[in-house]
């Protein structure tokens, strides 16, 4: 089964969902809780910044194509830092 590329609702109803889970838990116990939780959050975000510069960069626009590289580079680094701070 073929997989389909995400779509603008779809990366919308992931940041909403973000903001819900967000506000539900800003009452949570601890502030290391909530330090998880945001580190969390923040992957799935950038996974998901990932996510549409690969899409970028099937353009034909050379400059749209560069950006999205330099933004699958940057977020892939910066991935990688969070997942640090989460282990």
């Known amino acids: 089964v073929a997989k389909s590329e995400p779509t603008h609702s779809d990366f919308a109803k992931s940041a909403a969902d973000a903001d819900s889970t967000i506000k539900v838990t800003t009452g949570a116990d ?7 939780l945001y580190v969390r959050l923040m992957l799935i975000h950038h996974d998901g910044a990932i996510s549409m510069a690969t899409v970028g960069a099937e353009t034909p626009d050379s ?12 977020q892939t680094l910066e991935i990688e830092t969070l997942l640090e701070i989460l282990n």
């Open 63 to 74: 400059e749209l194509v560069e950006l999205s590289k330099e933004i699958v580079r940057v």
């Open 30 to 36: 601890g502030t290391a809780e909530f330090d998880k």
